[in-house]
């Protein structure tokens, strides 16, 4: 198993940022992909950004230009940078790790939480 913890999250004004952190009980290195997903009330859980093993990453259109993904093998962590941040972001965030052999498995963290305030 894979255990994965979030942290970082809290209170902030719009506009503001913050930086959320992942971190692995394994070498990132043995992850296909790390990602980024939210949950906010009553929404289904949406990917924010995600980073392969060879250091390639997507994003969510709504937050593309504002956040950036990163990923430090030296400390099985991924980061999220989030800038400029908006009402609409405030959610709860998990960090998701994908292993892919024959088969996709996933792991997820407890989820840290985002508000932004208006």
């Known amino acids: 198993q894979v255990q994965l913890v979030e942290s970082g999250g809290g209170l902030v004004q719009a506009g503001g940022s913050l930086r959320l952190s992942c971190a692995a009980s394994?070498?990132?290195?043995?992850?296909?992909?790390m990602g980024w997903y939210r949950q906010a009330p009553g929404k289904q859980r949406e990917l924010v950004a995600s980073?392969?093993?060879?250091?390639?990453?997507n994003y969510a259109d709504s937050v593309k230009g504002r956040f950036t993904i990163s990923r430090d093998d030296a400390k099985n962590t991924v980061y999220l940078q989030m800038n400029s941040l908006k009402p609409e972001d405030t959610a709860v965030y998990y960090c998701?790790?994908?292993?892919?052999?024959?088969?996709?498995?996933?792991?997820w963290g407890q989820g840290t939480q985002v508000t932004v305030s208006s």
């Open positions: 394994i070498r990132t290195l043995s992850l296909n992909a």
């Open positions: 980073i392969t093993s060879s250091g390639n990453t």
């Open positions: 998701n790790a994908r292993i892919t052999t024959s088969y996709v498995y996933n792991y």
